[in-house]
Nanobody, 123 residues
Framework: QVQLVESGGGLVQAGDSLRLSCAASGRTFSSYTMAWFRQAPGKEREFVATISWSGGSTAYADSVKGRFTISRDNAENTVYLQMNSLKPEDTAVYYC????????????????WGQGTQVTVSS
């Protein structure tokens, strides 16, 4: 069992940066693939980024590639999402998720979810 708690969201202007954090409980954090998803008002939850248990493999949605960076610190049981050059269309609730096994982009593949943190980007 893994419990996930996101933090770091807020209200920023277009072009600004934010770093989201997701703190995980449990001794087996380092064995889980981690991911970030987001859900904008009236839209389905969508994939943002994922990182393998070792951090050696990452993948990104095309919409954030080159602007967002996912990373993890297994000693701190934390995964991060560094978001640069934010755009109004990045406004959403951002969710952290965990799964056993390899990286996946489908939200259906993830077993554990956090409560989400709101990111709002004004133009």
């Amino acid at each position: 069992q893994v419990q996930l708690v996101e933090s770091g969201g807020g209200l920023v202007q277009a072009g600004d940066s934010l770093r989201l954090s997701c703190a995980a409980s449990g001794r087996t954090f380092s064995s889980y693939t981690m991911a970030w998803f987001r859900q904008a008002p009236g839209k389905e939850r969508e994939f943002v980024a994922t990182i393998s248990w070792s951090g050696g493999s990452t993948a990104y949605a095309d919409s954030v590639k080159g602007r967002f960076t996912i990373s993890r610190d297994n000693a701190e049981n934390t995964v991060y999402l560094q978001m640069n050059s934010l755009k109004p269309e990045d406004t959403a609730v951002y969710y952290c998720a965990a799964r056993s096994g390899g990286t996946r982009k489908s939200l259906l593949a993830y077993d554990y979810w956090g409560q989400g943190t709101q990111v709002t980007v004004s133009s």
